[in-house]
């Protein structure tokens, strides 16, 4: 149904909700409240207490008048009274007010009440009419954009939800609904947008996040599914000791482990799907290394994506290295490319001559042919998503999935989002990685770290700083950013070279800058995030976070990743002035874990899933109303019934399973994933 269908919306309050991911009437039951207001408690006046939150249902007894106290500043006041006492109201700055509450009329105010013997105050209350639906009830409370106020989209909820309501179809088998206990679906859609009680409220999310947990599963089901249909590519066993033997150090077991167990999918009748998760430094490009060699022991090629450039030629100097004695030849190719050497590059792809090809997004490219690729490779898999890894595994018929993973996932997320992967765990580190030893200081120990940075310099190493901000333009002059900072430095610490990287320069400059710090032509190098996944420069010994509070402890972990690849002791500081409780936990618990698996966990409990990835990185469906710390006990049923009902209808092709399997291929089809 078309939003226009709706009363009071044109075209202003359609481009509104588009920008709340709204685009039709059906949208706004999905729209689930953010919070609630428990209104219900409904209390004579002369029982209000100070500092108490809660609803009173009295008469306005004076007609509401507006002060203008200075340029900027208007009040809004009045009196009311329910017979057993009498408050004042006041709004600031809401002029509208004024028109909106007549003298004599019944309304219920909820707001947080001042009380000083038989005064009684409230600031800003949240009013409605005695015999308004939101009167006296759980109120939904929902996400709002510039020009669109909370009672206009709670009408537009209430709208949407009488009028379509009665058309929702119930998209669950009856015999899971009752083995879970499950609300029906209509009255959950109805409980969340209108909660009668707060037990019904608590029942229909329960509901509505079963469902959602339970169709994003089966979807990732069916994506395993359809990649174990077709012939896979037959890589032929191989014997790894003579690439073990070739490698300039000793392999971990873990890495032994996880070569193993891939080497076994290749021996399956389905293609491989596999995670291979490990912490910053475990050794992952070593685990590519020996699968490519184990693919081109039967004739096929790898292809292995990175999301930057710089990290792309790291990769492939990386794999040069321990592949190069082996007889193997690894190319290069990126969108900065000359046109000449992008040709020859193609041929040589193109031709078989090359056995491992490293590039970037421009793999995915129509121009990019294999001989026969056997083998894909994505490095950071969540910048790509699900479609595209696809995508690249389309240029080969049936190839076999490896995706590498530096950002340690709990497996609550991991659940969700490689829940289409077998998973392998680096947890081990090599022998010779030393602790990093991480500091968390205020701004007002800048002069002690600068000092601590001329040090290091004066040892002959190097320095990375990281700072939130390209430039400040925004206003928030409490960042910092990259080239004041540069700057600043430059002349605080001459005559030592300080340069500054960030991901709005060229790529072409961004890899000179990069090339310089690695070779040891730039001392100091000030940058964004985009050193997160960078270059390894061993001689590295320091790295300073600005702002620390504004990164995710996974982030600050994979920044920290950095240093401490050289045989001298590591440091990262994390520097920030924020006074908030749980953004100083977060970093205290930084100074304190060095597993990245465990700061994960504390990540996800203290921040929650939405700043694992940024914003939707890893291509799947949105979770509307889960919480993957608080549902986990949902999340093991959901996974559980998802299991049962693919066991049963591994295509949920049964009739019974007709209209779930239409509402996951809809889901599926908004994230550029095709079901079909």
């Known amino acids: 149904m078309e ?18 991911g709204i685009l039709c009437a059906e949208d706004l039951l999905r729209f689930y409240p953010r919070a609630y207001q428990d ?9 209000v207490t100070d500092g108490q939150s809660c609803s009173v249902r009295a008469f306005v007894t004076t007609a509401p008048s507006l002060t203008r106290i200075r340029k900027g500043m208007e009040i809004v006041h009045f009196r009311i009274s329910d017979g057993s006492a009498t408050a004042t109201v006041s709004y600031f700055n809401q002029s509208w007010i004024k028109s909106q509450l007549m003298r004599g009329g019944e309304y219920v105010f909820y707001g947080t009440f001042e009380v000083s013997g038989s005064l009684r105050r409230v600031a800003n209350p949240v009013f409605e009419a005695a015999d308004s639906p939101l009167a006296a009830a759980i109120t939904p409370i929902y996400r709002l954009t510039t020009g669109l106020g909370q ?34 679906r209509r009255q959950a859609l109805f409980e969340i947008h209108m909660p009668s009680d707060a037990a019904a409220l608590q029942q229909a999310r329960r509901r509505l996040v079963f469902e959602e947990l339970l169709t994003l599963q089966l979807g990732l089901g069916l994506l395993r599914n359809r990649s174990r249909e077709g012939t896979p590519v037959r890589i032929a ?116 001559q090359a056995d491992v090809v490293v590039g970037t997004h421009a793999l995915l490219e129509s121009s990019v042919l294999f001989h026969n690729l056997g083998l894909v490779v994505t490095d950071e898999q969540h910048r790509f998503g699900v479609a595209q ?20 996932i709990p497996r609550t997320l991991a659940l969700i989002v490689y829940g289409d ?61 990259v080239k004041s900072y540069a700057a600043r430095l430059s002349r605080r610490l001459a005559p030592y070279t300080v340069a500054f990287l960030h991901g709005r320069m060229k790529n072409a400059e961004k890899e000179a800058v990069m090339a310089r710090f690695a070779a040891g032509d730039i001392h100091v190098l000030v940058s964004t995030t985009v050193i997160e996944v960078g270059v390894d420069v061993p001689n590295a010994s320091l790295m300073v976070v600005e702002n620390a509070e504004r990164f ?50 504390k990540d996800l409990e203290l921040r929650g899933p939405g700043d694992f990835f940024g914003e939707r990185q890893h291509g799947l469906p949105a979770l509307s109303m889960a919480s993957l710390t608080g549902d986990t006990r949902l999340l093991a049923e959901a996974a559980d019934a998802a299991a049962e009902l693919l066991s049963q209808d591994a295509g949920l092709q049964q009739e019974e399973h007709r209209l779930l399997r239409e509402h996951i291929a809809k889901l599926f089809s908004r994230s550029d994933i095709a079901l079909n």
């Not at 949407?160 to 609300?183: D, F, G, N, T, W």
């Not at 890495?255 to 389905?270: G, I, M, N, S, Y």
Request: glycine letters at 8%; a positive charge.
């Open 151 to 184: 009672k206009v989209m709670q009408k537009l909820v209430r709208e949407a939800v009488h009028r379509l309501l009665p058309l929702e179809p119930e998209i669950l088998p009856q015999s899971l609904c009752r083995k879970y206990h499950l609300m029906e």
């Open 39 to 47: 209104r219900s408690v409904v209390l004579p006046l002369a029982q």
């Open 3 to 20: 939003l226009k269908s709706l009363p009071g919306v044109g075209d202003t309050r359609v481009e509104q909700l588009g920008r709340l």
């Open 389 to 408: 890894r696809a995508k690249l595994a389309a240029k080969g018929a049936s190839p076999h999935l490896l995706v590498m993973s530096a950002t340690p």
């Open 237 to 352: 066993p191989c014997p790894m000791q003579p690439f073990y033997e070739a490698l300039p150090f000793e392999p971990t077991g873990a890495q032994k482990r996880a070569v193993a167990q891939a080497l076994a999918d290749f021996e399956k009748p389905w293609a491989m799907n596999r995670l291979l998760q490990g912490d910053v430094g475990s050794g992952k490009t070593m685990v590519a290394a020996a699968l490519s060699y184990a693919a081109a022991g039967s004739g096929f090629q790898t292809a292995l994506m990175a999301p930057t450039e710089i990290l792309a030629e790291q990769h492939c100097r990386t794999l040069s290295s321990m592949l190069a004695p082996m007889g193997m030849q690894v190319a290069l190719l990126t969108g900065a490319m000359p046109a000449a050497r992008r040709r020859e590059v193609l041929s040589g792809i193109e031709s078989g």
């Open 421 to 481: 992967l077998d998973v392998s765990i680096l947890d081990e580190l090599p022998a010779g990685r030393r602790k990093v030893k991480t500091y968390a200081v205020s701004t007002a120990l800048r002069p002690r770290v600068e000092a601590f940075m001329e040090k290091q310099l004066e040892q002959g190493r190097q320095v990375y700083v990281v700072c939130p901000m390209v430039e400040d333009a925004s206003g928030e002059r409490e960042l910092s950013d």
């Open 552 to 601: 995710g402890l996974s982030q600050l972990h994979q920044l920290r990743g950095r240093v401490g690849r050289g045989p001298w002791q590591s440091y990262c500081v994390l520097m920030s002035d924020a006074k908030n409780d749980t953004a100083r936990e977060r970093l205290i618990g930084m100074t304190k874990l060095d597993n990245g698996f465990d700061i994960a966990e």
